[in-house]
């Protein structure tokens, strides 16, 4: 059964990292249309991987990224807040090229049509 605890709280954490994400005022972040793509929490909550796609490209997610950095303690605190857990896990914010590329294969698709 912790299994099923791990992938509910980082489901958790990821629909809570993305509200405080669209409410920072940090112009690296607020600047682009960001996707918190997946969030991968350890199996005793302690660490969190949050990867983060950006629509404009790779380039403007480590940008994003950088941003995210700076603001981690807000971040983690406005989560544990949210989330009510015990033991509010540590937050590594990781780009992730993904969302880039579905569109280009999605682009790609098109083509073939």
Do not use: W
């Not at 380039?59 to 807040?81: H, M, N, Q, Y």
């Amino acid at each position: 059964m912790p299994g099923h605890r791990i992938g509910r709280v980082s489901e958790d954490i990821k629909r809570e990292v993305t509200a405080v994400v669209r409410e920072l005022k940090d112009p690296r972040v607020s600047g682009c249309l960001l996707t918190v793509v997946r969030v991968d929490v350890s199996s005793d909550a302690s660490f969190a991987k949050v990867y983060v796609s950006a629509m404009e490209g790779m380039d403007r997610a480590k940008t994003a990224v950088e941003g995210l950095k700076s603001a981690t303690g807000l971040i983690r605190r406005e989560v544990g807040g949210r989330l009510g857990l015990r033991k509010t896990p540590e937050l590594k914010f990781i780009a992730d090229d993904s969302v880039a590329y579905g569109m280009e294969i999605a682009r790609k698709l098109n083509e073939l049509k």
